[in-house]
C-alpha cells in the first residue's frame, strides 16, 4: 500500500552535469536548479490534463504506457 503524501520530499539530480533540486509535494512537482528558489512547477491536475490529452498510440486505455512496437488498445 503507498504512503499518503502530506510533506514535501526533495531531491536532487543532475541533468547534463548541472544540479537540479526536485520537489514533489501534495500540489505537485517543481524543478529548479540547485541553490536557485525559481524553477519549472507544474501542479498534479495539470501533469494529469496534459496526459489526458495525448494521442492513444503513446497512451493505451488506463493512461498506461504502450510497449513500444506494440499496437495502442
Known amino acids: 500500500m503507498a ?3 502530506t510533506h514535501e520530499i526533495r531531491r536532487e539530480i543532475v541533468i547534463d552535469d548541472e544540479a537540479f533540486t526536485v520537489v514533489i509535494s501534495p ?3 517543481r524543478l529548479s536548479r540547485k541553490r536557485f528558489r525559481f524553477g519549472r512547477e507544474m501542479s498534479w491536475h495539470a501533469l ?3 496526459g489526458s490529452s495525448d494521442d492513444s498510440s503513446t497512451y493505451g486505455s488506463g ?3 504502450v510497449p513500444s512496437g506494440a499496437p495502442a488498445v
Do not use: A, H, N, S
Open 3 to 5: 504512503t499518503k503524501l
Open 27 to 29: 500540489d505537485g512537482l
Open 63 to 65: 493512461g498506461r504506457p
Open 48 to 50: 494529469w490534463q496534459q
